[in-house]
């Protein structure tokens, strides 16, 4: 990996959303909803995407972390930690798409996990859909395992 991994920044968010939504098309819950009912409350699937970073942010912004180079952001991970049960969740990664196949998204796992570990967690989970096949086999590579299997429904109200 040729990039440097440190704590994310405000003024990284604009480029971690930017990069959220180019690569969560076609592997998102928000991506599957516009594909049916288009827009909702007239944002598309883009705008409520871009959301959960903000999420991330206000939730535990010390935990998410930017893979950089040259001052380009190249991909970040957020993480979530739930010390009563001893468990650290992955809610969103992402590598820009120029930067894919050069291990930054490995590389960032590998980070999320070692901060894991010292923060004391006992378990790390991340999911993907069934429509990415480079979580698939990405997630598996570190030890992950599959442990259930998750259907979202969606109706116009």
Known sequence: MDAVIRPFRPEDLEAI????????????????IDEKFGKIAGHDWRW?????????VVAHAAGIFVAESGGEVLGY?????????????IPNLAVAANARGRGI???LIEHALEYFR???????????????????????SFGFEEVGRQIHYACRL
């Open 118 to 140: 010292a923060e004391g967690m006992a378990l790390a989970v991340i999911e993907t859909m069934a429509s990415n096949p480079i979580g698939q086999s990405l997630y598996p």
């Open 17 to 32: 959303k930017a990069m959220t939504i180019e690569g969560f098309k076609g592997v998102s819950v928000e991506h599957g």
């Open 77 to 89: 991970i957020s993480t979530r930690l739930d010390r009563e049960s001893g468990k650290g969740r």
């Open 105 to 107: 998204g490995r590389g």
């Open 48 to 56: 409520r995407k871009a959301r959960h970073v903000d999420d991330d």
